[in-house]
Every structure is written in structure tokens, then in C-alpha cells.
T-cell receptor
């Protein structure tokens, strides 16, 4: 079945540094989603990507939908302490936009002030 | 995008008992999804709930253990039955709407 391989598993960085994480799959996805989850909360959508090659920003966050449709990356620039959390990539199953989601295993981000 | 109200936010339950989790959406949606997030893990789909029909369960999840109701287009419940400590997880509902995929804030369940 479809699987998402997300890396790195965790990151410990200094405030102000840039962060990069990525997701790859052996299957094609028509949509890539990036979520952030803070303790005690459900995942919150950060960026949604709908077209191969698409590059989308949301403040200090930038994500790209890979040309092959089998990968995506998320960058965070000039990290701040409130960026701490777990970041998940996700994509709808069966290649559609109304299917349920499968998730990567997450990247746990820790930011040292 | 849709707004989901999920409750309870957390509970501590005795093994062998059952807990029903509720999700209320502020708009009508066709499909609602229930996920489980085990400690330190990612989210795994339990089932898809459509109004007017039985829920569709993913491999490894059965209706007797996780019965689901979907009485209308804005509401669904998930029951965790005959709980054991292995059921300790965060349970989340999710919907797809014009704004994309939205999640409830989750129910943190601890079984003792």
C-alpha cells in the first residue's frame, strides 16, 4: 500500500536557524499536505500542495510539491521557539482529493532559545 | 474550512469499560474519518463514517471494538469498547471540506 517516508525523525536546532524536512513515497500523490501538531492538540494544516512543481509559502514556511509527485519538502526559515512541535506530511489515499489521509511518521522539532 | 468540536478532550478509564467520543462539525460534510494516534506515533485511520450507511473499517480495526455512529451530516461518535491499556491513544476525527482536511483537537485516552 501507499506509504510516506518522512525524515529526519527529529531535529534539535538553535533559534534563528533554518529547518528542512522531507517526505518521499514510492507511489504518486496528487496532493501533499503538511501539518503541525502541538502537545494536546490535533494536527493543524500548514500548507497544502495540489500541483507538481508547486512552491507555496505560509509566512516563514515554504513547501514544494516534487515534480515526480513522489516527494515534498517543508522549509522553516529563521526558526523561533514557538515552531516547536511535530510536523507531519500527509497525502490522500487512492490519488484522490476526497479520500482519507495517510501520514508520515513525523519530524519532531526542538528549538533552543 | 470546517470547524470541529470534539469531546471529551481527555479521559482516564478503567479497563473493561467503554468510552464514546463525539465530533460535531459546523457544516454538513459527506465523510468523516476517525484516526488513532498511539503514543509517539503518527496517525492511523480507523474507519470512514458516511451518513446513512455502515462505517468502513481499515485493516486491523473491527466494528465490535470501535462501533461508529453517523446519524446526520454534522455529527459522529466513535466508541472504544472493552478497553485495555493498549487502547491508550489520542483519537481524532477529521473531515474534508472546501477548505481542505480539518482535524478535531483530539481525545487523549488513558486506560488503567
Amino acid at each position: 500500500g501507499q506509504q510516506l517516508n518522512q525524515s529526519p525523525q527529529s531535529m534539535f536546532i538553535q533559534e534563528g536557524e533554518d529547518v528542512s524536512m522531507n517526505c518521499t513515497s514510492s507511489s504518486i500523490f496528487n496532493t501533499w499536505l503538511w501539518y503541525k501538531q502541538e502537545p494536546g492538540e490535533g494536527p493543524v494544516l500548514l500548507i497544502a500542495l495540489y500541483k507538481a512543481g508547486e512552491l507555496t509559502s505560509n509566512g516563514r514556511l515554504t513547501a514544494q510539491f516534487g515534480i515526480t509527485r513522489k516527494d515534498s519538502f517543508l522549509n522553516i526559515s529563521a526558526s523561533i521557539p514557538s515552531d516547536v512541535g511535530i510536523y507531519f506530511c500527509a497525502g490522500p489515499t487512492y490519488g484522490g482529493s476526497q479520500g482519507n489521509l495517510i501520514f508520515g511518521k513525523g519530524t519532531k522539532l526542538s528549538v533552543k532559545p | 474550512s470546517a470547524v470541529i468540536s470534539q469531546k471529551p478532550s481527555r479521559d482516564i478509564c478503567q479497563r473493561g469499560t467503554s468510552l464514546t467520543i463525539q465530533c460535531q462539525v459546523d457544516s454538513q460534510v459527506t465523510m468523516m474519518f476517525w484516526y488513532r494516534q498511539q503514543p509517539g506515533q503518527s496517525l492511523t485511520l480507523i474507519a470512514t463514517a458516511n451518513q446513512g450507511s455502515e462505517a468502513t473499517y481499515e485493516s486491523g480495526f473491527v466494528i465490535d471494538k470501535f462501533p461508529i455512529s453517523r446519524p446526520n451530516l454534522t455529527f459522529s461518535t466513535l466508541t472504544v469498547s472493552n478497553m485495555s491499556p493498549e487502547d491508550s491513544s489520542i483519537y481524532l476525527c477529521s473531515v474534508t471540506s472546501t477548505g481542505g482536511y480539518t482535524f478535531g483537537s483530539g481525545t487523549r485516552l488513558t486506560v488503567v
